[in-house]
């Protein structure tokens, strides 16, 4: 079975500009969660997605938004990019089948390194 | 929330010794995993465990719930072990909340 994907994978963009990220969780996966790691603050958590609904957020900004599609993948924008928000981002599949995410093992992706200059 | 710290936040090995990683909570977590980060960034999965003993190979983890501590045991550390190891527990808001990490090192 095929892990969980995410493109692109590296991304370089300038401030003010506005940016997309794809993540496709593991098939049959239905819960979907982002996060940020930066060497500052580490791993922590934007948001997750459940069925197409958001489910849980994180305390981040509003410029950081997401989605999830009817077949689960899901994607997070980023507007108004500012130099902080360079970071590594992973995304997160787990079965979730019904249930609280945290019931179930959590994968991640790649992630997809943003460099914002 | 849930606090989730890691001890020793460095540590460097000799190949062929073993070691130990230990995980505090700060509260009750209904998930507890561990995940080696490679030098490109994935977080690999190494365990889930809520609770209990699990081994794999070289590798085997120990939570025990009641007393908000997990441990990961590395035994005969290879230098392919290297990297940063994070432990992290199921919050509230239903996220994984992750420790510092742990950077380990094993020197040929």
């Known amino acids: 079975k095929a892990g969980v994907t995410q493109t692109p994978r590296y991304l370089i963009k300038t401030r003010g500009q506005q940016v997309t990220l794809s993540c496709s969780p593991i098939?049959?996966?239905?819960?979907v969660s982002w996060y940020q790691q930066t060497p500052g603050q580490g791993l922590q958590f934007l948001f997750e997605?459940?069925?197409?609904?958001?489910?849980n957020k994180g305390n981040f900004p509003g410029r950081f938004s997401g989605r999830q599609f009817s077949n689960s993948r899901s994607e997070m924008n980023v507007s108004t990019l500012e130099l902080g928000d360079s970071a590594l981002y992973l995304c997160?599949?787990?079965?979730?089948?019904?249930?609280?995410?945290?019931?179930?093992?959590?994968?991640f992706g790649p992630g997809t390194r943003l460099t914002v200059t | 929330g849930i606090q989730v710290e890691q001890s020793p936040p460095d540590l460097i090995l000799q190949e062929g010794a073993n070691s130990t990683l230990r995980c505090n909570f700060s509260?009750?977590?209904?998930?507890l995993q561990w995940f080696h980060q490679n030098p490109w960034g994935q977080l690999i999965n190494l365990f889930y465990?809520?609770?209990g003993t699990k081994q794999n190979g070289r590798l085997s983890a120990t939570t025990v719930a009641t007393e908000r501590y997990s441990l990961l045991y590395i035994s005969s550390s290879q230098t392919t072990d290297s990297g940063v190891y994070f432990c992290?527990?199921?919050?509230?808001?239903?996220?994984?909340?992750f420790g510092k990490g742990t950077k380990l090192s094993v020197k040929p």
């Open positions: 465990i809520p609770s």
């Open positions: 098939s049959g996966h239905r819960s």
């Open positions: 997605y459940f069925s197409e609904t958001q489910r």
């Open positions: 992290a527990g199921g919050g509230s808001q239903g996220n994984l909340i």
């Open positions: 997160a599949s787990s079965l979730a089948a019904g249930g609280a995410s945290l019931a179930y093992e959590q994968y």
């Open positions: 509260d009750s977590v209904n998930n």
